[in-house]
């Protein structure tokens, strides 16, 4: 139904918005108000939170059930089984429009700034996903990651654009990705970083166990991925790894496969969509080799949706724009990640990352997920905190 719906949409010439199951009520009228929506869809395992936002998204007209009945919303299936089959006429092609990660406050709207696309033209994603990531009319492609996010949307959008087939995990389980893999001849795959590493933590005699050799490419991005990890992953499943940096914005795409990789370990890649550019805070771009804001230029536009502060903020004044990441680039022009900027650690005058700390504890054996970051002190400004999630909870 998810998919569906999305190609009603586009088939509509709609804008349409995802949003995670995980929101809470405010969150979700944020966004549902923020967008603008008309039209509400959902399922009964969002009955309660669905009901609870009635009264605060009042400008929504049609609030729609897929499943099951929800109250105050009218059944799906009912309302476009009334519809006609007749195409509408003067159909243009739709546009997602996600919302980025609210890293520094709410979530931000991201509105494609090209309108007026004739139905079935291909997108950017499409067309790299068919050059670089053996997309085709005979790719399976495994999705691990929830849809609301932009890279699995796409991708599973462009697969489907090439005539391929999508298999979408309800949730993220190590072992089951594996069974998944073998159990549908998976071709290509998505993952994060923190999907690897759960992986390659599972025994050994576990992961003999599932046929991933059908598999031709599987691509990561979303973080930056420890180097052990990747080195792992590249022993276990070959040279198919294939890295890109992108965000939700489409303001630039750098990729690496395994050979590239291999020869600069720790790149998310090179530029092959619009040009990388490391400034410092006054925006003056910096030489090879020193860390600073990663910019784009040359790369597609975006717009923050009713937020023209944020909107001036992912720019410089000569264009260029930025994701908020940090970083630098090599003698070669591929690209290195430190951590995203406003997760930076300031203590004693010190620049912290909190992505070396992860990365240096995400392999350890008793460590099932970790995450850093800063608190104030009184002395040093901030001081550094791990959380830890162990392999095995102890008893409580």
């Known amino acids: 139904d998810y ?12 804008y349409y918005t995802a949003m995670s199951s995980r929101l809470n009520n405010e969150e979700m ?3 549902i108000n923020n967008c603008g929506a008309r039209a509400f869809i959902t399922s009964p395992y969002k009955a309660d939170a669905a009901v609870e936002v009635i009264k605060t998204t009042p400008n929504v007209l049609a609030r729609l059930s897929v499943g099951g009945a929800i109250d105050g919303h009218e059944s799906f299936e009912a309302a476009i ?24 406050g709410r979530p931000k709207g991201v509105k494609n700034t090209v309108d007026d696309v004739p139905l079935g033209t291909i997108e950017p994603v499409t067309s790299l996903g068919q050059l670089l990531f053996e997309i085709n009319h005979s790719a399976v492609y495994l999705s691990p990651g ?8 796409r991708f599973c959008r462009g697969v489907l654009r090439s005539g391929g087939t999508v298999v979408v995990m309800e949730r993220f389980d190590a072992e089951a990705a594996l069974a998944t893999i073998e159990k549908y001849h998976v071709t290509t795959s998505q993952w994060v970083p923190t999907m690897f590493i759960r992986m390659l933590k599972l025994p050994e005699e576990t992961r003999a166990q599932y046929d991933v050799s059908s598999l031709l490419c599987a691509v990561h991005a979303a973080a930056p991925c420890p180097v052990h990890v990747k080195q792992d992953m590249i022993e276990w499943w070959g040279p198919i790894i294939h890295e890109y940096y992108a965000g939700t914005e489409g303001n630039g795409f750098v990729y690496c496969n395994s050979e590239q990789w291999l020869a600069h370990p720790g790149t998310v890649g090179i530029a092959v969509s619009g040009v990388v550019h490391i400034v410092d805070d006054d925006g003056n771009e910096l030489p090879v080799g020193e860390e600073g804001g990663v910019y784009f230029s040359e790369g597609g536009d975006f717009s923050y949706h009713e937020d023209e502060e944020k909107t001036a903020e992912s720019r410089l004044h000569n264009g260029w724009t930025t994701l908020g990441d ?4 090599d003698e070669d022009g ?42 104030p002190h009184d002395e040093m400004g901030e001081e550094v905190k791990a959380v830890v999630q162990p392999v095995d909870m102890p008893a409580s």
């Not at 998919?3 to 709609?14: D, E, N, P, T, V």
């Not at 940090?326 to 680039?329: D, E, H």
């Not at 951590?339 to 099932?368: C, T, W």
């Open 29 to 31: 009228s944020y966004i």
């Open 146 to 153: 929830p849809l609301y996010h932009a890279a699995p949307l």
């Open 326 to 329: 940090v970083g630098r680039l």
């Open 81 to 104: 089984a009334d519809q006609p089959i007749t195409p509408l006429p003067h159909r243009g092609e739709a546009h997602d429009m996600l919302y980025s990660s609210g890293t520094t």
């Open 3 to 14: 998919l569906s719906i999305m190609w009603g949409c586009h088939y509509a010439g709609l």
């Open 334 to 375: 591929y690209l290195y990640l430190t951590d995203r900027k406003a997760f930076m650690i300031i203590s004693g005058g010190v620049n912290i990352y909190p992505q070396e700390a992860e990365n240096a504890l995400s392999m350890h054996p008793k460590v099932y997920d970790i995450a850093v970051f800063g608190v």
